[in-house]
Structures are given as C-alpha cells and as structure tokens.
C-alpha cells in the first residue's frame, strides 16, 4: 500500500502477471493494480517516485470463492466489466484468475 509506483515497476517482473494485489497494514485487501494503471500512472510523468500503490490502485474489489467455476468467473468479469477476479476465502487472497485464464481454459476444453 506504501510502496512506490516506482519501486512497483522496478521490483516486479511483468512478463507472466498482469495484476498485483495491495494489501493494507492488516494484511487486507485495499484494491489491485493492473497493468492499465500502471499505464496511467506512468503517464504521470516524472512524478511517479510521489506515487505509491494507494494512488494508483482501483478500490473495486470483485471476488469469488475458490469453489465457484471458472465460467461463473466469465460471468462475473462480464457482469461487473472487470479483467480481474480475486479468488478468496474470508479476507485471505488464493489467486487472481484473469481474462486470459478464462481464455486459455475455454481453449483448453475444446481441444478435448
């Protein structure tokens, strides 16, 4: 939640995630950040080193349980018009399912 915009974009590999969570001082969640505000932000300018997490998150958090499918997932990123669905149990975060996974597991099922 503290941590710098800037040190988010240097301590993060971007190569196989497109969302972090933030969490605040309780261990809860406090919002994500994508890749589109991280795009944002860095359209800031040289101001990202004044930007920490809290500025740039997005406070809608959508969830499901991790006993819920990933087609009722679709729905919900459909439904609510999110890219992103945090999967938790309580205030505990198990996963983040994307976009992209509901794609590749549609795929995946067709080939069969």
């Known amino acids: ?3 710098s915009v800037q040190s988010i974009l240097d301590n993060t590999s ?13 261990k809860k969640v406090f919002g994500i950040i994508t890749e589109n505000d991280l795009l ?7 101001h990202l080193k004044e ?3 809290a500025d740039i998150c997005s406070r809608r958090i959508i969830k499901i349980s991790p006993e819920d499918s990933i087609i009722g997932a679709a729905r919900l990123m ?4 999110v890219h992103h669905v945090l999967i938790m149990v309580g205030d505990y ?3 983040i399912i994307s976009t992209l996974d509901v794609l590749k ?7 069969h």
């Open 78 to 81: 459909v439904d609510k018009n």
């Open 51 to 53: 930007l920490n997490a």
């Open 14 to 26: 971007w190569n196989n995630i497109s969302s972090i969570v933030v969490l605040d001082d309780d």
């Open 93 to 95: 975060v198990e996963g």
């Open 40 to 46: 944002h932000a860095r359209a800031s300018g040289p």
């Open 105 to 111: 597991q549609i795929l995946d099922s067709k080939k």
């Open 1 to 3: 939640m503290h941590a």
